[in-house]
């Protein structure tokens, strides 16, 4: 899946529409990405791998470097973001 996306990112418009395939057959069965993407960091969804300061307040997620899954509800694997407050 990790492959997979990567190749997404680099073609989308050659690999979207496999990639989009696989990732509907893998909810089917309890699979969920983590939407992370400018809300607030949550330890039990995500891992913060670097800080960027900003104007102060509750850090939210300014970048997923590695994205994060949830299976039948629970965290399967964390993402991997950077945060920026």
Do not use: C
């Not at 979207?16 to 057959?25: D, R, Y």
């Not at 800080?51 to 939210?60: D, I, K, L, N, R």
């Not at 300014?62 to 950077?82: D, F, I, Q």
Request: hydrophobic content about 40%.
């Amino acid at each position: 899946l990790d492959a997979a996306e990567a190749a997404y990112l680099q073609h989308p418009d050659e690999v979207g529409p496999l990639f989009n395939l696989m990732l509907a057959e893998l909810r089917k069965h309890g699979l969920e990405p983590i939407d992370l993407l400018d809300k607030p960091f949550d330890p039990n969804l995500a891992d913060a791998v670097a800080h960027e300061p900003g104007e102060g307040g509750e850090a939210v997620v300014a970048e997923v470097l590695r994205s994060g899954y949830l299976w039948n509800g629970r965290t399967l694997r964390p993402a991997m973001v950077r945060t920026r407050d």
